[in-house]
């Protein structure tokens, strides 16, 4: 991926790149750039520091900088996506106020205290051991700092087995660690955080599904790039597991006290 990247970059004659046109791989969650927006509608104007779990290719952390002036970390175990997180940053100007890290949400390398916010987009599905994702970012905010989540959940009844796989967050079901939202929000309580919004964005994800399926993808920085040749079944199988009503999308604001 690094190297079509590279490639695509420096042949275009485009060298004033704008943070809207990586959004087909930078953006890798459903609802794209509006639902990230929507999101940081819940963002106090005061929250400036950020950390970005699950960064992917980086596009949450810049939108951050460019519309609430904030300093993104970004955040991501994919050493390739930071390297491509970085490319695609150096390729637009001015530069987005954002730096990018390897690493383990479970295991963040930062003191307590050290942001303002934490925003995770479709960055926990991946992860069995939640409780201890929670303490760490509960940890590493300042007290009244948030945590912004957008994530795909199970439905109430169903289990991980009714899920079709391939998805964009897992090859196979040994890679996925869906949870409930009641499970999600129990754990979080219990570790002091208080969940001041909520909502469930289901029918709007299938409905930006359905959209850009039937949109031509403006190339070259289109799905496959990021995910590979079978974007467009895990794509299919996203949208087949939400209609069959295995998975929600929710988003939630918490706060530390
Ligand atoms: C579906 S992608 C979402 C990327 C990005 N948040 C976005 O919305 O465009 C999920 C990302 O989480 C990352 N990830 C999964 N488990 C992780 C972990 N334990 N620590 C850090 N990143 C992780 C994956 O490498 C992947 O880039």
């Given at each position: 991926m690094?190297?079509?990247?590279?490639?695509?970059?420096g042949?275009?004659?485009?060298?004033n790149?704008?943070?809207?046109?990586f959004?087909?791989?930078?953006?890798?969650?459903?609802?794209?750039?509006?639902?990230?927006?929507?999101l940081?509608?819940?963002?106090?104007?005061?929250?400036?520091?950020?950390?970005?779990?699950?960064?992917?290719l980086?596009?949450?952390?810049?939108?951050?900088?460019?519309?609430?002036?904030?300093?993104?970390?970004?955040?991501?175990?994919?050493?390739?996506y930071?390297?491509?997180?970085?490319?695609?940053?150096k390729?637009?100007?001015?530069?987005?106020?954002?730096?990018?890290?390897?690493?383990?949400?479970?295991?963040?390398?930062f003191?307590?205290?050290?942001?303002?916010?934490?925003?995770?987009?479709?960055?926990?599905?991946n992860?069995d051991?939640?409780?201890t994702?929670?303490?760490?970012?509960?940890?590493?905010?300042?007290?009244?700092?948030?945590?912004?989540?957008?994530?795909?959940?199970?439905?109430q009844?169903?289990?991980?087995?009714n899920?079709?796989?391939?998805?964009?967050?897992?090859?196979?079901?040994?890679?996925?660690?869906?949870?409930?939202?009641?499970?999600?929000?129990?754990?979080?309580?219990?570790?002091?955080?208080?969940?001041?919004?909520?909502?469930?964005?289901?029918?709007?994800?299938?409905?930006?599904?359905?959209?850009t399926?039937?949109?031509k993808?403006?190339?070259?920085?289109?799905?496959?790039?990021?995910?590979?040749?079978?974007?467009?079944?895990m794509?299919?199988?996203v949208?087949?597991?939400?209609?069959?009503?295995?998975?929600?999308?929710?988003?939630?604001?918490?706060?530390?006290?």
């Amino acid at each position: 991926m690094l190297s079509k990247l590279s490639l695509l970059l420096g042949n275009s004659s485009s060298r004033n790149w704008k943070i809207e046109d990586f959004s087909g791989i930078d953006q890798l969650h459903l609802g794209g750039i509006p639902a990230t927006l929507a999101l940081l509608d819940w963002l106090p104007s005061s929250a400036k520091d950020g950390l970005d779990i699950g960064c992917g290719l980086g596009g949450t952390s810049r939108l951050l900088s460019a519309t609430r002036d904030c300093n993104m970390l970004g955040l991501d175990l994919n050493h390739q996506y930071i390297e491509a997180a970085m490319l695609l940053n150096k390729n637009i100007h001015p530069e987005p106020s954002c730096q990018f890290v390897v690493g383990n949400s479970l295991n963040l390398p930062f003191p307590k205290h050290s942001f303002d916010f934490v925003i995770s987009q479709h960055a926990s599905m991946n992860i069995d051991q939640k409780e201890t994702l929670l303490k760490g970012l509960y940890r590493v905010l300042r007290p009244q700092g948030h945590l912004l989540i957008h994530e795909i959940m199970l439905q109430q009844q169903a289990t991980e087995s009714n899920v079709l796989y391939p998805t964009p967050w897992a090859h196979e079901k040994n890679d996925s660690h869906l949870c409930h939202w009641h499970t999600f929000k129990d754990l979080a309580l219990a570790i002091g955080f208080k969940v001041d919004n909520f909502e469930d964005n289901t029918e709007a994800a299938l409905t930006w599904i359905r959209q850009t399926r039937q949109q031509k993808l403006k190339p070259p920085f289109t799905p496959p790039l990021a995910l590979g040749p079978s974007a467009a079944v895990m794509s299919t199988n996203v949208l087949s597991n939400i209609e069959a009503g295995y998975l929600t999308v929710v988003s939630a604001r918490l706060c530390k006290p």
